[in-house]
């Protein structure tokens, strides 16, 4: 399981547009490297992230080899209800993680 | 010696010259073509075709988005980059989708991200990777179907392509 960190505010107003962060342990090895013997270093990247509010998806990436290892993702939502906020990495060789995070909406 | 046979001693000057110019020509061009694999070339049809995939060829105009990357990096292993788009994000008018693309990179995509109304402020902060000293371009779609976008140079002094194998 890979080490993922959030930063979700624990308590927002209704309406308010809070920030969310998300970091992720990930090698995003880019298919692009040789070893030092020429063989190719095959691809093992995080391809999508999804992010889901009660069940509602709100934001949802792409990756492509491109993005740094440790792939760190920032956006921003509106709090309407106190629930879950789901985040759910995929990528090669079947890679999965999930966090969840809680928010309480006054 | 020399005042009785100037025309051998030109003679041997201009073949010499000659052959100088010869081997100097052959090596020319093996000095001005670095070996292929230390050489990042842009890629503008690759570009091109990833672009038209994302935008199903409608016209893009330039505005409306803030692409921001230092302008001089000295790792390409992480860049990083905020990308803010001038929309009031409301049900009416809100950023449908943003990709970021590069030019020089083994693959012109780095990053596509869906969003809706809901997302009250469209802003995306990542960290890219950056093969070469290249222009990164970002593009967003807005919900009444027209594409915008904003480009920023990026100097690159050590490329993420070029690191220690393991």
């Known amino acids: 399981m890979a080490r993922a960190l959030i930063n979700v505010p624990a308590k927002a107003k209704r309406g308010e547009v809070i920030a969310i962060k998300t970091l992720v342990s990930h090698v995003m090895e ?6 030092n013997l020429g063989a190719v270093i095959p691809r093992d990247i995080i391809d999508t992230f999804v992010c889901t509010y009660n069940g509602e998806e709100i934001f949802r990436a792409q990756l492509a080899p491109a993005i740094a290892a440790n792939p760190f993702i920032a956006f ?6 106190s629930g879950k906020l ?4 995929t990528g090669d060789n079947g890679f999965t993680a999930t966090e969840i995070a809680t928010i309480t909406v006054e | 010696m020399r005042e009785s046979s100037p ?11 000659g052959a100088g110019a010869l081997v100097g020509g052959a090596a020319l061009p093996a000095v001005l073509t670095p070996p292929a694999a230390a050489q990042i070339q842009a890629n503008p049809a690759a570009l091109a075709m990833a672009i038209r995939k994302a935008t199903g060829g409608a016209e893009v105009k ?15 292993n992480s860049v990083p980059m905020i990308i803010t788009v001038d929309s009031p994000m ?3 008018s809100y950023v449908k989708a943003i990709h970021v693309f590069t030019e020089k990179n083994p693959q012109p995509n780095v990053i596509s991200v869906q969003l809706g109304p809901r997302a009250g402020k469209a802003l995306l902060q990542t960290r890219i990777r950056l093969a070469d000293t290249q222009t990164i371009s970002a593009i967003a779609e807005l919900s009444d179907g027209t594409f915008w976008s904003d480009s920023a140079d990026v100097v690159i002094t050590l490329g993420a392509c070029l690191e220690d194998n393991p």
Do not use: C, I, M
Request: cysteine-free; glycine content about 6%.
């Open chain 1, 76 to 81: 921003h939502t509106v709090a309407t209800d």
């Open chain 1, 86 to 89: 789901e985040f759910k990495w």
């Open chain 1, 30 to 35: 880019s298919g692009f490297r040789h070893t």
């Open chain 2, 7 to 17: 025309t051998t001693q030109t003679t041997r000057r201009r073949v010499l010259a």
């Open chain 2, 90 to 92: 409301t049900q009416e």
């Open chain 2, 62 to 76: 330039t505005g409306k988005v803030k692409l921001e990357v230092p302008p001089l990096s000295e790792n390409g």
